[in-house]
């Protein structure tokens, strides 16, 4: 599970527990203005219907239960941090090593992150 921080035209996504192993990764950094949109449940968080040609990436794939780390989907590089896909976003980046982030928060709600994102996003 991940935690979402705003600060200084950032956005900081932090992996948190045994998911930084699992996912080979603790921290992403994104420009605020390299996050083109924002979405709650979105249907790629429902990762078996996008790695359908079984994991190429760093970290940790176990159909119907997790997806955590680096994978290459047909949009391009994408994180996932996933097991839950009701309690995730997606934040579709450009200018990133990665295309799409996807994510599962920890104790916000999807709805109130994304709302909180995108006010971000538009205040910068």
Do not use: C
């Not at 176990?62 to 680096?70: F, I, N, T």
């Not at 047909?74 to 097991?83: I, Q």
């Not at 309690?87 to 994510?103: C, H, K, N, P, S």
């Amino acid at each position: 599970m991940v935690s979402i921080e705003i600060s200084e035209g950032e956005l900081i996504v932090r992996v948190h527990g045994w998911h930084k192993v699992l996912a080979m990764r603790g921290v992403l950094r994104i420009p605020l203005s390299h996050v083109r949109a924002v979405r709650a449940r979105p249907k790629e968080a429902y990762f078996d219907n996008v790695i359908i040609e079984g994991w190429r990436g760093v970290g940790t794939y176990v159909p119907r239960k997790l997806a955590a780390g680096l994978v290459y989907t047909t949009d391009g590089p994408s994180f996932y941090d996933v097991n839950d896909p009701e309690r995730t976003i997606a934040l579709d980046v450009q200018g990133e090593e990665v295309r799409r982030v996807v994510v599962q928060l920890g104790s916000e709600t999807p709805d109130d992150a994304v709302r909180r994102i995108q006010r971000a996003i538009s205040s910068e």
